[in-house]
């Protein structure tokens, strides 16, 4: 019974019953000449007195011997800590029946109301010594988010359908200060004291704990164009509403109901901002999702663009000279070119756009990395890369490797393209289209020192040989 006094009685505790030590009062009990003390759970004692049979020697051959105990009344238990002479029942008090009660000022007839409730508390077996569980209930002003997705796809078939796209949402609680909140382990809403608590993910689990929602709010997604999807979700609360319990009190300290003895609650509201966030971070396989996907815009937009397989071959005509050698050479005149309608809108050195590292923001740019896959005992390879076919706005993109920078000399590399593998540029002579081929010849300008012999037998002077 947790917290619960025992009352006095004559006899001894039924068994199975709960013996709380000091907090009970305690009466002998006869059983021949002896005289032992009892320990009656509360529960037991009732506004009657009555009487309980209590077994307290069980013989070998199944021969019982008991004792009466006479639990005594609520009265009675009054009356044995002398107060039922100058005390009345609260029923009593309220109806203004007892002269004792009523030649009572107003702060010792409080005082007295309140030390009889916290006296019937003592005996009551429905004495609620716990305040309700704080709960929490949405607001009732809500808002939306969105997340409009851009295909940069052509429209292709085999693009995602509208049920495969549901964008998550997430949430975060703030006081009127600003701090984050969470919910502790008492289920109360405090400060976080860090930022653990922010973008909580809205799975039922979290709307119920820390919202008092029912079910989580999810995303719905509709096409609005041939190359659009629309994910909304509204009805998100932007408020969620606390409610506490704590004791009514008033100048002479807590307040308990003086027929019941419960102590008396009071709600407090608390009330908490609520700010949503929507995001969609699945993975679509053949797409990309573009670097500028989200904006600063209410409907966040994001772009998918559809991806390819790029290759191009590398091959060096350089003798004795290793790729190593040849790419040592090369390294800072190679570039990757972005094509879109026959204008050159974006140009990358080839060395940041290799996937084993180089310049972040040029592989973001691109949308890719390449990797390298050289012949076996050759001095050429394969560049292959998944890249972006159509821009955000749906422009075809077409991709090309250029050298430039490299000045002949005494000794250098001469770079040449070959396209007739390449669809559509089979006459392009100055970079290498998709399919397309680099080639590198170790060219060069030097002198030569010679000596000439004749084996002729001699010629006489002036004789032409």
């Known amino acids: 019974m947790g917290a619960v006094d025992s009352a006095a009685a004559s006899g001894a505790a039924p068994a199975g019953s709960t013996v709380l030590g000091d907090s009970a009062a305690s009466a002998p009990a006869s059983l021949g000449a002896t005289s032992l003390p009892v320990l009656l759970d509360a529960s037991l004692v009732q506004d009657e007195a009555s009487q309980i049979d209590w077994v307290v020697q069980t ?13 005594p009344s609520r009265a009675d238990i009054l009356a044995l800590w002398g107060l039922s002479d100058n005390v009345s029942s609260p029923d009593a008090q309220e109806a203004g029946t007892d002269a004792d009660a009523d030649s009572l000022d107003a702060a010792d007839k409080a005082q007295t109301d309140r030390l009889v409730a916290a006296l019937i508390a003592l005996v009551s077996p429905s004495r609620a010594g716990e305040p309700p569980a704080p709960t929490r209930t949405p607001g009732t002003e809500t808002t939306a988010k969105q997340v409009v997705t851009q295909w940069a796809d052509n429209n292709i078939g085999s693009r995602p359908s509208t049920e495969a796209v549901s964008p998550t949402l997430a949430f975060t609680l703030y006081d009127a200060e600003g701090n984050v909140m969470h919910v502790d382990g008492d289920g109360l809403i405090v400060p976080s004291g860090g930022t653990e608590a922010k973008d909580l993910p809205a799975t039922p689990e979290n709307v119920k704990k820390y919202l008092g929602m029912d079910a989580a709010p999810s995303a719905r997604t509709r096409q609005s164009a041939v ?7 509204d009805v998100l609360p932007t408020t969620v509403v606390q409610t506490t319990w704590v004791q009514d009190e008033d100048d002479n300290g807590p307040i308990y109901d003086p027929e019941t003895g419960n102590p008396v609650y009071v709600s407090k509201n608390t009330t908490y901002r609520v700010e949503w966030s929507m995001t969609d971070t ?16 209410a409907a966040d937009t994001q772009y998918l663009q559809l991806l390819s397989e790029e290759s191009f071959r590398i091959v060096g005509k350089v003798g004795d000279d290793t790729l190593e050698e040849l790419g040592k050479s090369t390294s800072g005149y190679l570039y990757v070119d972005v094509v879109v309608n026959n204008q050159v809108r974006a140009s990358y050195e080839f060395e940041d756009l290799m996937a084993d590292g180089g310049n972040s923001q040029a ?14 005992g ?23 490797i250029v050298c430039r920078g490299l000045v002949a000399d005494d000794d250098y590399y001469a770079v040449s393209y070959d396209n007739s593998a390449s669809a559509n540029h089979g006459a392009v002579v100055d970079a290498a289209y998709e399919g397309g081929t680099v080639v590198f010849t170790h060219t060069g300008a030097t002198t030569f020192t010679a000596y000439k012999r004749w084996f002729d037998g001699g010629t006489p002077p002036g004789a032409t040989r």
């Open 59 to 71: 013989a070998e051959d199944g021969t019982v011997r008991t004792v009466v105990l006479d639990v």
């Open 378 to 400: 050759a001095c050429s390879g394969v560049l292959l890369a998944d890249l972006p076919q159509y821009t955000v706005t749906g422009e075809p993109i077409e991709y090309r």
């Open 227 to 233: 190359n659009t999807y629309v994910s909304t979700a």
């Open 282 to 297: 699945a993975v679509y396989a053949g797409y990309q999702r573009n670097a500028a996907s989200y904006g600063e815009d």
């Open 363 to 376: 592989q973001a740019g691109i949308g890719g990395s390449f990797d390298w896959l050289p012949d076996e």
